[in-house]
């Protein structure tokens, strides 16, 4: 069994890093705090004897050696970066879940016969630079590396930049290196392992999502002198759509969800009827068709409201990930795992985007998901037990150990 | 008469100082662009010959000598400062017109009894440090000088802080300058005088305006893993208000407007449901009665949706200005003006808010307008013509006179 104590304590030493006053944390991809998380995490992966690649995205790959050098690496691991206002588990947790799983190894002396290997996968929330996701997808031939490296933070600082930046700009070219198996561990991020009461989750697939960004080009005038009749008021068309995307979600219910998370309102001024608004709407389904039929009802509340509105606009999908099932080898290793070691566990598809998604186009790979109080996620009060972070690495050392071994 | 190609060069050259790509101006309430008006404005001022005064709120009052130094000074004036994506004639205008009567009085070695004056009063629209009409506020006694001095804008700098930064806080006492008549001459900022195809507008009064910031309390939360029932949406709540606020209005149609015009959405990220939304509510209406069943119909929207979204909320009334009706004398010389030189007018009320609003209740007061391309203010694209411009100037000049001379 994994080290539990070890495992919360270099969770929460990470945690200092970016720590915010309400208790979450904020090391947002390719920031000081995101280079001293990587630094920090590299110290304890060196002291435990491990090796270390970085790719030109400033991928980590953390390898403990196998004694067949022919084999390639069973891997795992997650993301070190987080949202702004962020919590301290949701992607570290994977990434030290997989460094606790070769401290034991080495604690006992076990030898595997192929490589192990933790990732640690640039920006994936995709809070500073969107797509989320990004370096996985580049890993996967999901984006060109071009195209990542020209991505642009709300300063106009490309990742290229803040990557050189922060040194972890590699040498490895991206997608070259080649696992055998890939396993991600996570906080569920959602509320259905607490609610019946259940340690383990074992994800089967991940629910599809798009995002789209909306400008809305109306008017600016005057508050006071500006009859009400003619106001070309973009944050009133804006705010008809904000509803219009709930009610979407609600007439995709039960499984449906959709949002607008990001806003700019300009010119924001207390007297200044609003001239310009974007934003962006991020819509997910299991089902393919649900997000056919979600866009579709999307595209048709924009063009009727912003007609209504007498508003221009703009609309673009910025990201399409498609729902994706996980493989079945890998699947069942987890399910055996906590089977093996007695964890209350279901099969869930994960409502949040991971970059094992992407992963799994190149290489065998599943999910694990432990609880987290109320369900609650990217959010600073983001919180959960010791133990059930220690049954999951537990059961990553189960899985791993066996689709390492045979 | 006075020099319309003087005037409309004036206000040509003051609108390069903080010009925008889209041709409007950036001349924001203290900033080094505002001091560069006011530097570039009492340049001139002392090329005409006349005296400066400044108060410590960094009111300027610029003065032609009268005949009799007995007698209380007739004002006009307005302000320099303008909206971030303002245009070039709001408030500039009233003062450079002025300016032009001076000028012109100059020119033809008109001396007047009693000493003419243009004021320019510091931070009017209110874009950096609310409320709007600050410094005109404090000069009639509405708020204490130290309010004022304590203002702060978003970056958390007060208004004390920028004055002095800027080097116009001056010696003489708020309020002590005391003023025989207050003239404003401004752009309407609204369509009446183009609809009726008339040059002058007699301003008989102001409708009255109360704005409110609220801020709305929900839960942080992760867009895709977070089913749709139990979210705690913030920008959901503030979409609905921001629609129960334009409901509001109409419901007190004509004469009501109401508008949402600032709005900051936190934490601001795309897969993040959002937690926090402050914003700000502007109302109007002629009448008393109509401001109070506005805020009636506000308050109980904001508890209802804030029940039925889950969210708490903090609301409070951040300005409250009373429906003004100006002096009879001041509005009889301003129509006496138009009608003596033959330009159509109409007497009306304005929208807007006014520093003329506040001196209303230290001075007898009364404005003049002139129309707007499209009524539209409070944007990079307010225009208006070097003709109407001029009548107004002539049209001031005939009631200053007027006001000065008896
Ligand atoms: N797991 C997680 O927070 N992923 C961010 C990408 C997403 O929005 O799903
Ligand atoms: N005239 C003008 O733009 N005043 C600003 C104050 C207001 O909002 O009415």
Redesign the interface.
Known sequence: CTNARRLWQRIMTMAEIGETPAGGCCRVALTDEDRQGRDLFLEWCREAGCEVRIDRLGNLFVRRPGTDPQRLPVACGSHLDT???GGRFDGVYGVLAGLEVIETLNDNGIRTRSPLEVCVWTNE???RF?P?MLASGVHAGVYPLEYALARQDEAGITLGEALEEIGYAGEQACGSHRLGAFLEAHI????ILERHRQTIGVVTGV?G?R?YRLTLLG??????????P?RR?A??A???L??AV?GI??EH??E??A?????????????????RVTL?I?M?HPRAEGLETMEAALRQAVERTSAEEAIDYEFSRIMDTAPVGFDDGCVEAIEEGARALGHAHRRMV????HDACHIARVAPTAMLFVPCAG??????AESAEPEDLAAGADVLLHALLRLAEP
Chains 1, 2 share one sequence.
């Open positions: 949202q702004p206002r929330e995709g809070a969107t989320p569920e991020q959602g509320p629910q999502s995002w008017q600016d005038a005057h508050t006071g002198s500006t009859p009400m003619g008021d944050l009133v804006a705010a008809r904000i509803l709930r979600a609600e219910a039960p449906a969800v949002t607008v998370g990001h806003l700019e309102n300009t010119p924001n001024s207390h007297n200044t009827i609003p001239g962006t991020d997910r994960s409502g949040a985007g369900g609650l996620s990217h959010n600073e």
